[in-house]
Nanobody, 125 residues
Framework: QVHLVESGGGLVQAGGSLRLSCAASGRTDSLKVMGWFRQAPGKEREFLSSISWNEGFTEYSDAAQGRFTISRDPPNNLLWLQMNNLAPEDTGLYLC??????????????????WGQGTQVTVSS
């Protein structure tokens, strides 16, 4: 089992930046891909970005491409999402996810077995 804990969310003005962190613990040696999703009230969970844990291959959604950067530190079991030029529509609960079964980044949440509780990001206009 892998335990994920996010941090770094908060209130930011439009155009601002935030850096989210995700700390993994437990059976971290089983992790192969990690990702970031977000959930806004009344909307479905939305894929943002994922990264292969060992090779560093990345994938981004259209909403994240060019503004968000995913990175990881496998020896310390840390995952980050640097978010720049934030807009009010980026408001939501940001979730860290991990997978032990896929080897390449995937946007479909069904491939991820481990989920954190999330960190809230609120962008004011």
């Amino acid at each position: 089992q892998v335990h994920l804990v996010e941090s770094g969310g908060g209130l930011v003005q439009a155009g601002g930046s935030l850096r989210l962190s995700c700390a993994a613990s437990g059976r971290t040696d089983s992790l192969k891909v990690m990702g970031w999703f977000r959930q806004a009230p009344g909307k479905e969970r939305e894929f943002l970005s994922s990264i292969s844990w060992n090779e560093g291959f990345t994938e981004y959604s259209d909403a994240a491409q060019g503004r968000f950067t995913i990175s990881r530190d496998p020896p310390n079991n840390l995952l980050w999402l640097q978010m720049n030029n934030l807009a009010p529509e980026d408001t939501g609960l940001y979730l860290c996810a991990g997978s032990s079964t896929i080897t390449l980044p995937q946007s479909n949440s069904v491939y991820y077995q481990y989920w954190g509780q999330g960190t809230q990001v609120t962008v004011s206009s």
